[in-house]
């Protein structure tokens, strides 16, 4: 099980966990869910929810991962396979991403 922490706007806003390759969860933060000046940090996980859960990766994580030839020469240069979305994320969505959110893989507990 692998888990990372979501930023939006440097605040941490939830956790995302993958539980397997086809499983995986979101939940917000408390302090971030019950604040209502947070916005969601997306349409697609609205904070009328504080978990959700998909069989795959939420779309709004998938989407933050490079397509195409961009995809195979950022998989080749960190040596992370293509289909390995969560490390992708945690490689490419940590720190310089064009929207608010930014993606920080946490240490195994």
Same mark, same amino acid.
């Given at each position: 099980?692998?888990?990372?922490?979501?930023?939006?706007?440097?605040?941490?806003?939830?956790?995302?966990?993958? @539980?397997? +390759?086809?499983?995986?969860? /979101?939940?917000?933060?408390?302090?971030?869910?019950?604040?209502?000046?947070?916005? %969601? &940090?997306?349409?697609?996980?609205?904070?009328?929810?504080? @978990?959700? +859960?998909?069989?795959?990766? /939420?779309?709004?994580?998938?989407?933050?991962?490079?397509?195409?030839?961009?995809? %195979? &020469?950022?998989?080749?240069?960190?040596?992370?396979?293509?289909?390995?979305?969560?490390?992708?994320?945690?490689?490419?969505?940590?720190?310089?991403?064009?929207?608010?959110?930014?993606?920080?893989?946490?240490?195994?507990?």
């Amino acid at each position: 099980m692998r888990k990372a922490e979501v930023y939006r706007n440097g605040i941490l806003a939830g956790v995302l966990t993958e @539980e397997d +390759r086809n499983g995986y969860s /979101f939940r917000y933060d408390d302090v971030y869910f019950n604040d209502s000046n947070k916005y %969601a &940090i997306s349409l697609t996980l609205p904070k009328t929810q504080q @978990e959700y +859960r998909s069989e795959h990766m /939420f779309p709004f994580f998938s989407n933050m991962v490079a397509e195409g030839t961009n995809l %195979a &020469i950022q998989s080749r240069y960190l040596k992370i396979d293509e289909r390995d979305v969560m490390s992708l994320l945690a490689a490419t969505a940590s720190l310089d991403t064009i929207g608010a959110v930014t993606v920080k893989l946490m240490e195994p507990s």
